[in-house]
Structure formats: structure tokens, C-alpha cells
């Protein structure tokens, strides 16, 4: 499938501030873009996602934007705390449609909260 | 209800020996997929299976990888006669319905050693 690239792969922020995670792609079938956290040493956990028919999607501090146009999707964290430290990763959906497949996974963004 | 389930948690083996690693996906969940993740790097797909088929193995390398998902018992990925650069974390992922966009979640991982 084709790539994802995420940036920065290092972002260290003040607990409090908000935090942007980046990610572009460059096929145009990919709908679906997942973004997991992933704590030292344990399984990736799902965040929140987005599908292609919206533009962006709220879970309490977390916000993902995606524009289809442009090929890029983002992660919003704000009001961050020390919890939120973790390496985080975007994904996306190889094929458009039809059935289930494996996930695109960006390099990953290694967020510190600094206290 | 209990997550994905992975085996063992952690492996070594020695250059030439074969690995075993098992997979029971969430309960009520048919597909399963595998993925590799090397050390600071994000997470790679590898095969993606249902019950008795596999759908998609285009990140599954040609020789000494296979994979399977029997009727019964958990879905296992072998590596035949391994070498050091297979030292890795293999996670696997289950997700309930096939449909494209299908939320996949992740095992805790089994950490591979090749010495």
C-alpha cells in the first residue's frame, strides 16, 4: 500500500498546552484513518478515527481533521497532561470500499509532556 | 469480555529454529491480522486472514513466513528456520465484521528474540 508520513516524530510540549500530530498520504482510496497511542512496551489502543464522508470529529480533548482534497489528516490534544505521554500513530485504510484490510501505519510521534 | 489474546509474550529462539506465535481474536470476532513492528518504527502489515482463508498476505514476506486461521483454536503465524532480523514485536488484531473501516484491535504483542 502506499506510505504515510507522520510529523514531527518528536514533539515535547508544557502539560497544558495543546499538541498537533501530521500526517499526509498520497492515494486517493484510502476512507478510513485510525489513530492509536501506543505506551512503552504495550499494544497500540485506538484514540479516535474518521471516515472519509466528514471533516473533522471531536472526543473530548482529542480532535482529528482530515481533508480528503489535500490528502492530509491531523491529531488535536489539548489541554495536554503527563497521561498523554505515549508514541502516537496514524493509519489509514488500504483500499476504499468493500471488504476489511490491514492499516498504513505512519512512523509514529513520540509526544512528551513536560511538567 | 476479554481482548485479543496473544502467546507467548515474549520468545527466543536461535538462528535456524522455527517460532510459533498464537492469536485468539475478541470474542465474536472473525479476522484477524497480523503486523510487525521493529524497534522505533511503526507498525507493519503483514497477512490478513478469516476463518480457514487467508485474504491478504501482500506484506507477508515469500519464504519462511506463513500463516493460518483454523475452524477451531487461535490463528497462528510461523517463521521457519529464523534469523536475527526477524527479532521483532508481532502484534495481531481482530475486528468483527469484514466491512471496510472495520475497527481493528491489537493483542498486547509477542516479543521476539532471535539470538
Known amino acids: 500500500g502506499e506510505n504515510v508520513e507522520q510529523h514531527p516524530s518528536t514533539l515535547s510540549v508544557q502539560e497544558g498546552d495543546s499538541a498537533v500530530i501530521k500526517c499526509t498520504y498520497s492515494d486517493s482510496a484510502s476512507n478510513y484513518f485510525p489513530w492509536y497511542k501506543q505506551e512503552l512496551g504495550k499494544r497500540p489502543q485506538l484514540i479516535i478515527d474518521?471516515?472519509?464522508?466528514?471533516g473533522e470529529k471531536k472526543d473530548q480533548r482529542i480532535a482529528v481533521t482530515l481533508n480528503k482534497t489535500a490528502k492530509h489528516f491531523s491529531l488535536h490534544i489539548t489541554e495536554t497532561q503527563p497521561e498523554d505521554s505515549a508514541v502516537y500513530f496514524c493509519t489509514k485504510s488500504l483500499y476504499s470500499g468493500g471488504g476489511a484490510d490491514g492499516l498504513t501505519f505512519g512512523k509514529g510521534t513520540h509526544l512528551i509532556i513536560q511538567p | 469480555n476479554a481482548g485479543v489474546m496473544q502467546n507467548p509474550r515474549h520468545l527466543v529462539r536461535r538462528r535456524g529454529q522455527e517460532a510459533r506465535l498464537r492469536c485468539s481474536p475478541m470474542k465474536g470476532h472473525s479476522h484477524v491480522y497480523w503486523y510487525r513492528q521493529l524497534p522505533e518504527e511503526g507498525l507493519k502489515f503483514m497477512v490478513y486472514?478469516?476463518?480457514?482463508?487467508?485474504?491478504?498476505e501482500s506484506g507477508m514476506p515469500k519464504e519462511r513466513f506463513s500463516a493460518e486461521f483454523p475452524k477451531e483454536g487461535p490463528s497462528i503465524l510461523r517463521i521457519q528456520q529464523v534469523v536475527r532480523g526477524d527479532s521483532a514485536a508481532y502484534f495481531c488484531?481482530?475486528?468483527?465484521?469484514?466491512?471496510?473501516?472495520?475497527?481493528?484491535?491489537f493483542g498486547p504483542g509477542t516479543r521476539l528474540t532471535v539470538l
Open positions: 488484531a481482530s475486528s468483527p465484521t469484514g466491512q471496510g473501516g472495520d475497527t481493528q484491535y
Open positions: 486472514l478469516q476463518k480457514e482463508n487467508i485474504i491478504d
Open positions: 474518521i471516515r472519509s464522508n466528514v
